[in-house]
């Protein structure tokens, strides 16, 4: 586990909140990666599917030949930016020491699930001098948060009529005006990183209604993506394979996004 502060140094770190997190990452790096993607479990942010949206899916990515570090970041009762600022200095962090897991620092990737895949979203819309102000001016907080490609898991992204609105009411409490802004199909840009997107048809908990409506801004923009909306799918899924929930129609998922990653040479 490697936090991502100095002691102490944690932005808007309040030393009241019980179970508290240091926000931290953990390594899962391969030899002779050419990239590497932090992985944001979802979790409503409330709580983080560390499991099956985490540790299984770093160790997909490895068994691909991709570098990984799984983000243990701030949910409720901390808000936003909280985790925004946790997922950009771990983005920060693993560019800056590229050299030394021996992967390209310009091919710096990021995944989410659900809560996390809002997580994901947001960090590749974000530019640095977005949360300038909480940086602490050291070495990482000098490099680059940019994400190259973003790979986006039945995503949390609109807050509409379709929103999740547990999500929402979890990132932003009850400042509307916030969860209007953090709408993200909203900050698509021509700028926007190259996206791989999908979700089930049916998902009872946030409805493939997100995923559409961030494919649709992406192609308005001339961003390069790929996006699938599966048949049929609980919310949750994860890899969806043998070892977890087990519907093969689904699993194909990670197979599309191997080959999408090898498309645009990132593996």
């Known amino acids: 586990m490697i936090e991502l502060w100095p002691k102490n140094m944690v932005p808007l770190y309040d030393e009241t909140i019980e179970e508290n997190c240091i926000p931290n990452i953990t390594e899962y790096t391969v030899e002779n990666s050419k990239s590497c993607i932090l992985v944001c479990p979802g979790g409503g942010y409330h709580h983080k599917a560390s499991d ?21 970041y701030r949910v409720a009762p901390y808000r936003y930016p909280c985790g925004l600022l ?20 310009d091919k710096i990737g990021i995944i989410g699930f659900s809560a996390g895949g809002h997580l994901a979203c947001n960090t590749s819309n974000s530019y640095d001098e977005e949360t300038k102000e909480f ?5 990482i907080d000098k490099t680059s948060a940019k994400v190259n490609f973003a790979i986006l898991c039945y995503p949390v992204i609109s807050y509409s009529d379709f929103a999740h609105f547990g999500s929402f009411k979890n990132l932003c409490g009850d400042d509307d005006k ?7 199909e909203n900050r698509v840009t021509k700028d926007t990183p190259p996206t791989f997107i999908w979700a089930t048809a049916d998902d009872g908990a946030v409805p493939s209604k997100n995923t559409i409506a961030y494919t649709n801004k992406l ?10 909306i599966f048949r ?30 090898v498309a645009n040479d990132y593996l």
Do not use: M, T
Not at 52 to 72: C, K, P, R
Not at 178 to 184: D, I, Q
Not at 219 to 228: A, D, I, K, R
């Open 52 to 72: 099956h949206e985490g540790i299984q899916i770093a160790q997909w990515l490895n068994s691909i030949g991709i570098s990984a570090f799984v983000l243990d």
């Open 86 to 105: 946790d997922a950009k200095r771990a983005i920060r962090y693993i560019r800056k020491n590229a050299s030394k897991y021996g992967y390209d620092e």
């Open 232 to 261: 049929h799918g609980r919310h949750g899924l994860g890899l969806a394979n043998k070892d977890y929930n087990d519907i093969p129609d689904v699993a194909i998922w990670s197979k599309l996004c191997e080959n999408w990653l």
């Open 219 to 228: 192609f308005e923009n001339g961003v390069s993506f790929e996006s699938h």
């Open 135 to 139: 940086e602490i001016g050291d070495e």
């Open 178 to 184: 916030l969860k209007f802004a953090l709408s993200l």
